[in-house]
């Protein structure tokens, strides 16, 4: 046996020992452990492989290791083992892309014999932390999560810290929070993907570009920071008052009526669009083509995630394809290994191919 399998295999037999020890009542809740010391002589251990046991019994919930004290058995060692429930916390359930992602998710954890629970924020903040709160109180097993509003600090990361102390492991997909250095996490590459939409663009022919992002999460921002960049990086100036930035609950206003004169405005002039999605995207080919300005004869537009809507848009969209069914199988596969070893999992950019179309086609 290599060296570092030997090393895993003393450390993970420490655990498990200790878990057992828990299990059976030789360890009370509150109980002060004996020291690294201690334990070293009595396995014969390092107190390098001994506290890395305690580092994963820490992480877990099961234990408290008190600055100047020592090391004693949590109050939530005594919680029942790991079962079989696991949430699935998305923003949205019905339209877009949410539902294959679900699915992805919702059939391999199926598939694996565990219980789903669903819970949708629609991106409310305050929908979160009721449903965060409500899966604690119930000890869920695991939980698989959309952030709410990602881009913007958010009240609900404690309950999240929370669930990581309980031992309870959380895969974030399509987005997650910067304030958890350790999160476990599934997204797309928005920037690399920004950056090429841009030479896309330009290497059709057009010279000034606009856009319309959203400014509430996180893909909004990174598509918009790898647009800025492909501008600066092929000599062009960033014309801000080409770029329209909305939130979730601006959506439905972009284009209605009383809107389009201004939107309309803000991009007059470019020959060049990005959106910040397919549904963007199809709005501001309506939006041009009601003001007599032809996709893609005078203005090239590109979206994100190649949706239904790139198809039935009279003009098909030029998209980068979102991994909706790979994101969700990984995002539950990570889960279950999660589950089934107590060991971290690492996070993940998944890449976003370019699928071009009609309104980037000259």
Same mark, same amino acid.
């Given at each position: ?184 996490? =599934? @997204? ?11 030479? /896309? #663009?330009? %290497?059709? +022919?057009? !010279? ?64 060049? =669009? @990005? ?11 309506? /939006? #041009?083509? %009601?003001? +007599?300005? !032809? ?68």
């Amino acid at each position: 046996m290599a060296d570092a399998e030997r090393k895993t295999a003393k450390y993970r037999f420490l655990v498990e020992t200790i878990k057992e020890k828990i299990k059976s009542g030789a360890y009370m809740a509150g109980e002060r452990m004996e020291s690294e010391n201690r334990l070293s002589e009595q396995f014969g251990y390092s107190r390098q492989t001994v506290r890395q046991a305690l580092s994963v019994l820490e992480r877990e919930g099961l234990i408290e290791r008190r600055r100047g004290s020592g090391t004693y058995i949590s109050a939530e060692s005594r919680r029942p083992q790991r079962g079989n429930n696991v949430a699935i916390v998305t923003t949205y359930i019905s339209d877009y892309i949410f539902p294959t992602i679900i699915r992805g998710i919702e059939e391999t954890l199926t598939n694996a014999g565990y219980s789903l629970t669903l819970g949708v924020t629609n991106n409310h903040v305050e929908d979160e932390g009721r449903i965060l709160q409500s899966l604690i109180s119930r000890r869920i097993d695991g939980v698989i999560v959309e952030g709410t509003k990602t881009a913007f600090p958010n009240p609900n990361v404690e309950l999240y810290r929370k669930l990581e102390k309980m031992g309870v492991p959380v895969v974030f997909f399509n987005s997650y929070y910067r304030d958890l250095p350790n999160a476990v996490y =599934i @997204v797309t590459d928005d920037r690399r993907a920004g950056r090429q939409a841009v030479n /896309l #663009l330009l %290497s059709k +022919g057009c !010279r000034k570009l606009g856009g319309v992002f959203k400014s509430d999460d996180m893909q909004g921002h990174g598509r918009y920071a790898g647009f800025s960049e492909g501008l600066v990086k092929n000599g062009c100036a960033i014309g801000d008052d080409n770029v329209v930035w909305y939130t979730t609950a601006e959506r439905s206003r972009l284009f209605r009526p009383d809107n389009r004169d201004y939107m309309f405005e803000r991009l007059r002039g470019c020959d060049g =669009i @990005v959106c910040y999605n397919d549904q963007i995207a199809y709005g501001v080919i309506d /939006l #041009l083509t %009601s003001r +007599g300005v !032809r996709v893609p004869e005078e203005v090239l537009v590109v979206g994100f995630d190649d949706s239904s809507v790139s198809e039935y848009s009279p003009v098909k969209i030029t998209s980068f394809a979102h991994p909706k069914d790979e994101m969700g199988r990984i995002a539950a596969n990570k889960l279950i290994n999660m589950l089934r070893s107590g060991d971290a999992e690492y996070p993940l950019i998944l890449d976003m191919p370019l699928h071009e179309k009609q309104s980037t086609q000259r």
